[in-house]
């Protein structure tokens, strides 16, 4: 199995600045024959299902703001807020999408400093 | 608009059996894989396994710790996605969530609670 491990567990970042959270996973997750990560990006706030941020390791879901973005390739990610807002205090998941089974990492727990 | 309603889900003893339902509208469902996703209360999310489309071989694929007493099946004339749980154990405790294939869409979730 493909293991995801994110860092870190929790960070608390100031309103405006910028917050950085990474996930490794265990195994290549790029495929060579269509260049594409196999990686996506999930938000999760109490209460509520997750919520799509990014797929394809850099492409933003639908209606997501421009301050969320993705990067990184093969076994190294990152996704970044640009400007933190009140509202992104979230668990923040990665999950592979390369190979079966699929693995999420252990979530990041965001919140304001 | 998409839309992913789980039910079946409640309070059962340990060794019981459970089906959940997830019924889906506002897209082509047969031509979707879906996904069935858990999380125990105060944990992070656990991938269960996925159904292919019949396009795809409509087969199924699960992670280990549940491959011997989960089946996910689909009703594509009736746009329901199924997940049938046997032996219940306690630590099956959990929100059960269904998705489309890479979770742009998620259900708001089902509340299995197992215990005697």
């Known amino acids: 199995d493909i293991v995801m491990t994110q860092s870190p567990d929790s960070l608390a970042v100031s309103l405006g600045e910028r917050a950085t959270i990474n996930c490794k996973s265990s195994q290549n997750v790029l495929y060579s024959s269509n260049n594409k990560n196999y990686l996506a990006w999930y938000q999760q706030k109490p209460g509520q299902p997750p919520r799509l941020l990014i797929y394809?390791?850099?492409t933003r879901g639908s209606g997501v703001p421009d301050r969320f973005s993705g990067s990184g390739s093969g076994t190294d990610f990152t996704l970044t807020i640009s400007s933190l807002q009140a509202e992104d205090v979230a668990v923040y998941y990665c999950l592979q999408y390369y190979g079966t089974p699929r693995t999420f990492g252990q979530g990041t727990r965001l919140d304001i400093k | 608009e998409v839309q992913l309603v789980e039910s079946g889900g409640g309070l059962v003893k340990p060794g019981e059996s459970l089906r959940l339902s997830c019924a889906a509208s506002g897209f082509t469902f047969s031509n979707a894989w879906m996904n069935w996703v858990r999380q125990a209360p105060g944990k992070g999310l656990e991938w269960i396994g996925h159904?292919?489309?019949?396009?795809?071989?409509?087969?199924?694929d699960y992670a280990a710790p549940v491959k011997d007493r989960f089946i996910i099946s689909r009703n594509d004339s009736e746009n329901t996605l199924y997940l049938q749980i046997n032996t219940l154990k306690t630590e099956d405790t959990a929100v059960y969530y269904c998705?489309?294939?890479?979770?742009?869409?998620w259900g708001q979730g089902t509340l299995v609670t197992v215990s005697s």
């Open positions: 394809w390791a850099s």
């Open positions: 159904i292919k489309d019949k396009g795809d071989g409509g087969t199924t």
């Open positions: 998705a489309t294939q890479i979770g742009d869409f």
